[in-house]
């Protein structure tokens, strides 16, 4: 997809369709409450990554800081029509979906007074549904970027001690409440060290790229590190939810250099090899991600119990994990619709924000 500026980054549309296969692989597979497939399930180590699939929205979050690093670097921004870019890309297709829901919650009898202050509540708490919460914390993010991309320039070591003092922070949080995943996974509080590695990592995406077995090396430890969360009792059973360990401290530093390494080095190896039929497949479902994430929940819990009850046992990863890839390719013309009825008339009324 194109940014407002007219820049094009396929690599990051491709990094958008597998962060979005990996939150609909984490609701396919864990319906509900580890049904069809169990938390405890035997998994291949090196894809347990789609069983704690709920790690997406850290690839996400390091994508939106290593995006915004690159086209904003360097440049004079208008910071009005910055934001109001980002609305016109995000609140539309948000506003449809809450209203559903909304409405759904009316005909069941709901209070939709309560719901509405919900709603408003959302911006500050992660409240809001079907993911939404997540775009609450995009929208924490864009309002302090201009500064952390001031901080870069006064120093290189600037951003990496932001992210230092909030692992500070948050292992004092962890020392006196006895857990930190709640503050770590669903807000600003863990997340910014994600947005701020994604921009450092676009800071230094050439000397990343450079080195052709450093960055996967790094994946697969990061895979394998993974799969030992997973061993632990992954999101939930560590072994509790929330989880008093302590390695919530530092799992969302971890992830941000991780996938911050991660989308460098593949930026800089797509720019050299050829765009064939496949790349462009997989860039246009990444170009509907967004209406993929928020929509994905109104059916991927039927789709998991359908297939589990109707077609056949799917509690087994092995077999899971190729029918929640079917299923996520079956809704993918519905997330197209949506992109282009919902999502793109609004995009025409962007402004160019780039001063130089």
């Given at each position: 997809?194109?940014?407002?500026?007219?820049?094009?980054?396929?690599?990051?549309?491709?990094?958008?369709?597998?962060?979005?296969?990996?939150?609909?692989?984490?609701?396919?597979?864990?319906?509900?409450?580890?049904?069809?497939?169990?938390?405890?399930?035997?998994?291949?180590?090196?894809?347990?990554?789609f069983q704690e699939g709920h790690t997406g929205v850290a690839l996400f979050m390091?994508?939106?800081?290593?995006?915004?690093?690159?086209?904003?670097?360097?440049?004079?921004?208008?910071?009005g029509y910055f934001l109001l870019n980002r609305f016109l890309r995000l609140m539309?297709?948000?506003?449809?979906?809450?209203?559903?829901?909304?409405?759904?919650?009316?005909?069941?009898?709901?209070?939709?007074?309560?719901?509405?202050?919900?709603?408003?509540?959302?911006?500050?708490?992660?409240?809001?549904?079907?993911?939404?919460?997540?775009?609450?914390?995009?929208?924490?993010?864009?309002?302090?970027?201009?500064?952390?991309?001031?901080?870069?320039?006064?120093?290189?070591?600037?951003?990496?001690?932001?992210?230092?003092?909030?692992?500070?922070?948050?292992?004092?949080?962890?020392?006196?409440?006895?857990?930190?995943?709640?503050?770590?996974?669903?807000?600003?509080?863990?997340?910014?060290?994600?947005?701020?590695?994604?921009?450092?990592?676009?800071?230094?995406?050439?000397?990343?790229?450079?080195?052709?077995?450093?960055?996967?090396?790094?994946?697969?430890?990061?895979?394998?590190?993974?799969?030992?969360?997973?061993?632990?009792?992954?999101?939930?059973?560590?072994?509790?939810?929330?989880?008093?360990?302590?390695?919530?401290?530092?799992?969302?530093?971890?992830?941000?250099?991780?996938?911050?390494?991660?989308?460098?080095?593949?930026?800089?190896?797509?720019?050299?090899?050829?765009?064939?039929?496949?790349?462009?497949?997989?860039?246009?479902?990444?170009?509907?991600?967004?209406?993929?994430?928020?929509?994905?929940?109104?059916?991927?819990?039927?789709?998991?119990?359908?297939?589990?009850?109707?077609?056949?046992?799917?509690?087994?990863?092995?077999?899971?994990?190729?029918?929640?890839?079917?299923?996520?390719?079956?809704?993918?013309?519905?997330?197209?619709?949506?992109?282009?009825?919902?999502?793109?008339?609004?995009?025409?009324?962007?402004?160019?924000?780039?001063?130089?």
């Open positions: 997809m194109r940014s407002s500026t007219g820049k094009h980054f396929p690599a990051l549309d491709h990094v958008r369709a597998l962060a979005a296969f990996m939150v609909f692989s984490w609701h396919f597979l864990h319906s509900s409450n580890g049904y069809p497939v169990s938390f405890s399930a035997a998994v291949p180590p090196l894809l347990s990554i390091v994508l939106s800081g290593y995006l915004f690093a690159t086209i904003l670097a360097n440049n004079r921004i208008h910071y539309p297709l948000l506003i449809v979906v809450m209203s559903i829901i909304g409405i759904n919650h009316c005909l069941e009898g709901g209070d939709i007074l309560a719901y509405g202050n919900t709603l408003i509540r959302g911006f500050i708490l992660p409240i809001w549904p079907n993911g939404g919460w997540s775009i609450a914390v995009e929208i924490q993010f864009y309002l302090i970027l201009p500064f952390l991309l001031r901080l870069q320039h006064i120093s290189r070591l600037a951003l990496p001690l932001v992210v230092l003092l909030m692992i500070i922070v948050r292992m004092g949080i962890w020392w006196e409440v006895g857990e930190v995943q709640t503050l770590s996974y669903w807000t600003l509080v863990g997340r910014i060290d994600q947005f701020v590695l994604g921009i450092v990592a676009a800071r230094e995406r050439l000397l990343i790229g450079k080195n052709p077995w450093a960055v996967p090396a790094g994946i697969c430890i990061f895979l394998f590190l993974t799969d030992y969360f997973r061993e632990l009792g992954g999101f939930y059973n560590i072994p509790s939810y929330p989880s008093p360990h302590p390695l919530w401290i530092i799992l969302p530093t971890i992830e941000g250099l991780a996938y911050g390494s991660f989308i460098a080095w593949y930026d800089c190896r797509l720019m050299q090899l050829a765009e064939n039929r496949f790349s462009q497949i997989i860039a246009r479902i990444g170009s509907w991600s967004y209406s993929m994430y928020l929509l994905h929940f109104f059916w991927v819990f039927v789709l998991a119990d359908f297939v589990n009850t109707q077609l056949m046992d799917i509690s087994d990863f092995c077999l899971a994990l190729p029918c929640a890839l079917i299923c996520f390719l079956l809704l993918t013309p519905v997330a197209c619709l949506s992109f282009h009825f919902i999502e793109m008339p609004f995009l025409k009324f962007r402004k160019k924000y780039l001063l130089n």
